[in-house]
């Protein structure tokens, strides 16, 4: 049994619900190995939540909708009132081959679920499943997000809110494997947890001619080769050392043919920031740096920035709480020692709506070859990640609910 009964009323028992959350293992790799065959891209989800939705429905007890065309919402409502807590996972996969020479490897070519998203989906079917069955136990309502579109800005998160998931939400949560953590290890980072992920774009235009008379010129290589170096002095020289910052190029584009200077070159890449001062300020910094390299060698420019999803910022109060309850829940060796990541991630979008916590689940096991890092072609999760990360989620919702 997974109820005690206080005054005629069943209420939910963790330490009864938290084996038959293990229990699950086994179906959590089931769906989690379907998800990863039939992968499909950002806001492409069609089959994927078509597939979800039939999961839920077949579960019983759940008000299953979908708030967009590739997206779905699962609302469990308790047979006592208490608190609104919504789960959050994302269910989106990306662009890459896998190498992976597994059974359940992908079956669409260039397209993977290299980031963990599977799992995620597979652990909050396995909450919902778990407390389903309980629903008469549970006080208040649980929702739980299926969320398409976390890898490609806008992102799906801003959409389902524009739907109007969060209404009423009290508190959210959401978790994340981490294969840079040790197979069942709980990482919970109170405050800025992950940055925001902006892009930036330069165009550098010279004066294309022939590559023997390059006097006769403007080479926009040649000056995109300094505007990249040149760019790495914003993050080193103009920006307290103590003040997180990444500024990256991860493009560049020129040229067609060897005898050629080309007439422009493209750059593009990342920046990555914590604090919303700096976040502004960081755009100004670069251009600066782009006019002066080109004006000195005669080119031109265009520059834009384009905003990403906002820093993951854990709320204090909910971190400290579920720090004590993992400690005494299942030990305080579980609990990971982190620092933030300069990734991204839209769960930020419903930090804005209500409290919100982000976690991290360790996947990495290094005997299977599971530590390989997120969106690398190789990408495998140990699946005993799965029934940890279950048991983490099961109990923070029954934490929350209160």
């Known amino acids: 049994m997974t109820m005690t009964a206080t005054m005629d009323r069943p209420v939910l028992n963790l330490a009864a619900l938290l084996p038959d959350a293990a229990a699950l293992a086994p179906q959590l790799s089931v769906w989690r190995r379907h998800l990863h065959q039939h992968p499909e891209l950002a806001f492409q989800e069609h089959a994927t939540s078509a597939w979800i939705a039939a999961q839920l429905q077949a579960m019983g007890g759940l008000v299953v909708t979908r708030p967009t065309p590739t997206s779905v919402m699962a609302r469990l409502i308790g047979g006592m009132p208490g608190r609104t807590v919504a789960v959050r996972a994302d269910i989106d996969a990306l662009p890459i081959q896998e190498e992976n020479a597994v059974p359940y490897c992908s079956t669409t070519d260039g397209v993977m679920h290299a980031c963990g998203h599977d799992g995620h989906t597979s652990m909050l079917l396995g909450l919902a499943q778990l407390l389903a069955t309980h629903r008469d136990a549970v006080r208040g309502e649980v929702r739980f997000f299926f969320q398409h579109a976390e890898e490609l800005a806008p992102g799906g998160a801003e959409e389902m809110i524009a739907a109007g998931v969060m209404a009423g939400v009290e508190v959210v949560i959401g978790v994340h494997l ?225």
């Open 178 to 402: 981490w294969s840079q953590l040790p197979t069942g290890q709980i990482g919970l980072l109170a405050g800025a947890a992950m940055a925001a992920p902006d892009t930036f774009t330069c165009t550098i235009t010279g004066r294309g001619g022939h590559a023997a008379l390059p006097h006769d010129s403007v080479d926009p290589i040649a000056v995109g080769a300094q505007v990249v170096t040149a760019l790495q002095q914003v993050v080193s020289r103009q920006v307290n050392p103590l003040e997180p910052l990444v500024v990256s190029v991860t493009q560049f584009h020129a040229g067609t043919t060897d005898n050629v200077i080309p007439n422009s070159a493209m750059l593009s890449g990342t920046i990555r920031t914590f604090d919303a001062t700096l976040r502004d300020q960081v755009p100004s910094m670069m251009e600066r740096v782009i006019r002066g390299v080109c004006e000195a060698h005669g080119a031109t420019y265009t520059f834009r920035v384009e905003r990403g999803y906002r820093p993951v910022v854990n709320d204090p109060a909910v971190t400290a709480q579920l720090r004590t309850l993992v400690t005494r829940v299942f030990g305080a060796e579980r609990l990971a020692t982190m620092t933030p990541l300069m990734v991204g991630e839209d769960f930020s979008a419903y930090q804005q709506h209500a409290p919100g916590v982000f976690a991290f689940i360790g996947s990495g096991n290094p005997q299977i070859d599971s530590t390989f890092p997120h969106h690398h072609p190789q990408f495998d999760l140990d699946e005993a990640a799965l029934s940890a990360g279950l048991q983490y989620l099961t109990a923070a919702t029954v934490e929350l609910l209160g």
